[in-house]
């Protein structure tokens, strides 16, 4: 299956990046032998565990939706390292195993050391403005993917099997999904805050790119069956179709004349005919009708410009140990 599942889950997330229109959710981590809150100071997190428990990002995550925690673990002969700690940001541990996980966002590759401690640095904000999904909202999201990628019919076993064949558990895929939401919330309200188009900036983006209608066509079709007389069969009248959306086999009445009728097209019912209505051709479209895209475009463009300096500056704000060499797991 290699990553198709993991990749259908990042495409279905670009297509709907508002899913839950910025919801809030509270976040606890329910931890051992007490709970441990967000409210506390982000770099205490990690002292607030017990000594022997490391708790990684990946980790915490999986915490506030129920899920364990793990531990580095030495194995008994020759005390193989099996997990270590190879960062800390602000006190949080990125362990090497947050390294070697199939990312949602990259369609199934690994992150880099530096992109988890991004990645750390984003939801840390994002925890730090009550911007985390709740159990619900996050149930609600992989729902909504499953619905879309034609999924439904999966149990719960058969849909952990093909996680599993992509390198992850359902709780992973959880945790990473809950990360993504929480940031992507996090993004959009700074974006909202700050990322701001004025009407003049619309205005010169319309006149310096030009945008043009597609060409397209009003027509109407019937099907006349083996017994029936073609005079007798009434026209049913289509939508206007843009000529991008034609079917090849329907490109031809883009050479049609207006009223002219198409060859008859052999079907499983018998004949059918095509008639052009009438044509549109291409022009140029209006500043009302470019308005939106153009807008769109611009947040766009200050959107990148602006998270890239935001990164940055988080970064310069932040704690970032970087620890020992990194050792191979096995």
Do not use: C
């Amino acid at each position: 299956m290699g990553k198709k599942l993991i990749a259908s889950i990042f495409i279905f997330g670009l297509l709907f990046t508002n899913v839950f229109g910025g919801k809030r959710g509270k976040v606890s981590l329910k931890g051992s032998p007490k709970q441990i809150s967000v409210k506390k100071p982000l770099h205490k997190l990690s002292q607030a565990v017990p000594e022997q428990e490391v708790v990684s990002e990946q980790e915490a995550t999986q915490a506030q939706f129920g899920a364990h925690r793990g531990r580095i673990v030495l194995s008994s002969a020759g005390r193989k390292v099996l997990d270590k700690i190879v960062a800390r940001v602000n006190g949080v541990n990125i362990l090497l195993s947050d390294l070697n996980q199939p990312r949602i966002e990259k369609g199934g590759e690994f992150f880099s050391i530096e992109e988890v401690i991004d990645n750390e640095i984003l939801f840390q904000k994002a925890a730090q403005r009550k911007l985390i999904p709740t159990k619900l909202d996050l149930e609600k999201y992989i729902i909504s993917w499953k619905e879309a990628s034609q999924l439904m019919h999966l149990s719960e076993e058969e849909f952990e099997k093909r996680l599993r064949a992509d390198g992850l558990t359902g709780k992973k895929y959880r945790n990473q999904l809950a990360r993504i939401l929480a940031i992507r919330n996090l993004r959009q309200l700074e974006v909202s805050e700050r990322v701001v188009v004025t009407p003049s900036e619309v205005e010169d983006y319309y006149a310096a790119n030009p945008e043009y209608t597609d060409n397209r066509y009003l027509l109407k079709t019937k099907i006349v069956g083996s017994s029936e007389k073609e005079k007798d069969v009434k026209w049913m009248e289509l939508d206007w179709i843009d000529e991008s959306d034609l079917a090849k086999k329907f490109y031809f009445v883009t050479s049609l004349k207006e009223g002219e009728i198409s060859q008859p097209l052999r079907v499983e019912q018998g004949k059918q005919f095509i008639k052009l209505v009438k044509r549109e051709n291409s022009r140029l479209k209006t500043l009302t009708e470019s308005w939106g895209g153009a807008e769109k475009k611009l947040q766009e463009i200050k959107m990148k410009k602006f998270e890239k300096g935001y990164v940055s500056n988080l970064r310069k704000e932040a704690s970032v140990v970087y620890l020992d060499k990194m050792p191979m797991l096995g």
